[in-house]
Nanobody
Framework: QVRLVESGGGLVQPGGSLRLSCEAV????????MTWYRQGPGQYREEVAS????????KIENSRKGRFTISRENAQNLVYLEMNSLEAQDSGVYYC???????????????WGQGTTVSVSS
């Protein structure tokens, strides 16, 4: 059974930092593109950061460039989201997502974690 287990969320003051972790269980981790999404109250889920299967091409959503970093450790089945200089609008539930692509480039399967809550408030 595939599971993505997020951790590291919590309450932090504006300007503070958090590191989110996501452990993947039950899949061949190095075959999956990993993405972090954020969903604020009453908002759609938005992509925050993604990283390719080998960890060579991290991508950060524009408004978070310079503040957020995504990385992965394939040997440990872990992906991280380092968040610095946090702002109130960064608050929300952060979800870990895994997607595998086939040779044609079409998605073969994907999985979601349960989410971890980040609250940025003074």
């Amino acid at each position: 059974q595939v599971r993505l287990v997020e951790s590291g969320g919590g309450l932090v003051q504006p300007g503070g930092s958090l590191r989110l972790s996501c452990e993947a269980v039950g899949l061949i981790f190095r075959h999956y593109v990993m993405t972090w999404y954020r969903q604020g109250p009453g908002q759609y889920r938005e992509e925050v950061a993604s990283i390719d299967e080998y960890g060579e091409y991290p991508k950060i959503e524009n408004s978070r460039k310079g503040r957020f970093t995504i990385s992965r450790e394939n040997a440990q089945n872990l992906v991280y989201l380092e968040m610095n200089s946090l702002e109130a609008q960064d608050s929300g539930v952060y979800y870990c997502h895994a997607r595998r692509y086939g040779p044609s480039g079409a998605a073969r399967d994907e999985y979601w974690g349960q989410g971890t809550t980040v609250s940025v408030s003074s």
